[in-house]
């Protein structure tokens, strides 16, 4: 079961232009929603992340904007550049999950980010 | 050397076989994380662990084993591989309280 939904799969952007991607979640308690940047032949890394107690993040080119009410929250790469190519994975977690499984994160299907020069 | 790592990084077998991947990190991390990563699927669960000798299934345990003796490490064993298990597989640990999740570099399985 999906939790997390991401979209699209896939992306190409020229130089300089914005890239977006959207995630969207079901689950009301999820209240940490990270997002992850994975450079070919290596593990993801933590790009930025939000709390829902703030509608927007900025650090940099990348932004996070968060709409509680319709349970979405998108990444905004602006001045995209070529070494911004990278596959890009929404996540959530689960405050309300018990014991052990709190530290669960529950990941989107993934963005493959093309900047083409 | 100093954070998270796994071995091997490439393994082909075949189908029937056992293999184990193995993961280690040097934090002293209470949680570690198996996944597989498919194209379309994103990442997902295989198993993970919130301390020693604790494990817990995740999305997609099936066909996996996962033991974890000692904090710092946290194999993983496919006991009889099958080609649907061709995947590559990451390991992640986590401090309770820390913003994230710190990946290994990844191994990719191949079954034929």
Redesign the interface.
Known sequence: QQQVK?SP?SLIVQKGGISIINCAYENTAFDYF?W?QQFP??????LI?IRPDVSEKKEGRFTISFNKSAKQFSLHIMDSQPGDSATY?CAARNHNAG???????T????TILTVHP | DAGITQSPRYKITETGRQVTLMCHQTWSHS?M?W?R?DL??????IY????AD?T?K?EVPDGYVVSRSKTENFPLTLESATRSQTSVY?C?S?Q?GG????????TRLTVL
């Open positions: 991401q799969q990270p992850y032949g290596k593990g993801p890394a933590l992340a994975f014991g052990t499984s709190y530290g669960k994160l990941f989107g299907q993934g | 949680y994380f996944y990563q379309g699927h994103g990442l997902r669960l993970y662990s919130a301390a604790i817990d995740g990451f992640a986590w309770r913003p994230e999740q710190f990946f290994g570099p990844g």
